[in-house]
């Protein structure tokens, strides 16, 4: 196996085809076949077959494609750092965040990179499920998510850095119909929601309805806030989540409610372990720390 027959079967599961395979990389559609017979071979199983379709993975190939394009994501963040340190960026930080708090990371890197342009900054913004297990897994050096995510002794320090609330997200054909003094006009509408893995915006969910005296009818649920909205917008259903989305994927037939109440309250949070903190690392964090101070 080497990182050229990774290549090559990624992009031919992509482009279901091995002329355009070879012609992207500038070699012959038999050097392509060659490369793929020999994983296959290493590998001891088909990955792709010939139909009159295309070339199509095998159930094997479905398997190992994930696996293929997480190493070859890991080899171009791997080059990019190295090509960055040969021309002089030193500093690295590799910060994940939920896309609510995205803007919070934006105003973040501004004074960063005011003052240490030789600092290159990785950034992930990930769903609720994915913040959460990357916290776990301890993959990142900086978090920006919401207050409920803390996990538990496991040594991280945080900072709630903005005051946030869940908003009701509808549908402007049906905007008119809602009133939030009398949350029976919210409950007979059905639900477009997050799984129940994310586990800290699903159950600020649940207590918000239970709070007001119902269950709500979900109709489909989504892994992305953005599908959430994108539902919505389309006028499949009604959701609850976080305010700040209203403003990062603005869509024109999504009006939105503010909910009233402590249960609805999503503040966002800077987290960090100090047992791994790096110089570099230690220079962002008092930029993020003294930041949201002046702000307050």
């Known amino acids: 196996m080497n990182m050229l027959q990774y290549e090559l079967f990624a992009s031919v599961a992509r482009t279901q085809n091995i002329s355009r395979t070879a012609e992207q990389y500038g070699i012959s559609q038999p050097a392509v076949s060659h490369q793929l017979k020999t994983l296959e071979t290493s590998l001891g199983l088909e990955l792709v077959r010939r139909t009159k379709r295309g070339v199509l993975l095998t159930d094997a190939g479905r398997e190992l494609l994930p696996y293929v394009q997480e190493i070859l994501a890991i080899k171009d963040r791997a080059e990019t750092r190295m090509r960055n340190m040969a021309e002089g960026t030193v500093g690295h930080i590799r ?37 959460i297990e990357a916290l776990r897994e301890n993959t990142h050096d900086f978090y920006f998510g919401v207050d409920t995510m803390m996990p538990d002794n496991m040594g991280y320090a945080s900072e709630v850095i903005a005051h946030g609330r869940l908003e009701l997200f509808v549908n402007r054909s049906i905007a008119h119909t809602i009133d939030l003094r009398d949350w029976s006009t919210v409950a007979r509408h059905p639900f477009v929601t997050v799984p129940k893995s994310d ?61 009233e109440g402590d249960d609805a309250r999503a503040d966002t949070v800077f987290v960090w372990n100090p047992a791994l903190l790096t110089e570099t690392g230690e220079v962002f964090r008092d930029i993020v720390l003294q930041l949201y101070t002046e702000k307050g």
Do not use: M, W
């Not at 910060?95 to 609510?100: D, G, M, N, P, T």
């Not at 934006?106 to 994915?130: M, N, R």
């Open 95 to 131: 910060i994940a965040a939920l896309s609510s708090a995205s803007y919070h990371v934006s105003d973040c890197l501004v004074p960063l990179y005011a003052d240490h342009p030789d600092i290159q900054a990785d950034i992930s913004l990930l769903e609720g499920t994915e913040l």
């Open 199 to 259: 586990v800290s915006l699903d159950k600020k969910i649940t207590n918000i309805c239970r709070n007001r005296g119902f269950s709500p009818h979900i109709v489909s649920i989504y892994n992305r806030a953005e599908s959430v909205l994108l539902s919505v917008n389309a006028g499949l259903g009604v959701a609850i989540l976080p305010g700040a989305l209203r403003e990062l994927y603005q869509r024109p037939n999504i009006v939105t409610f503010p909910i």
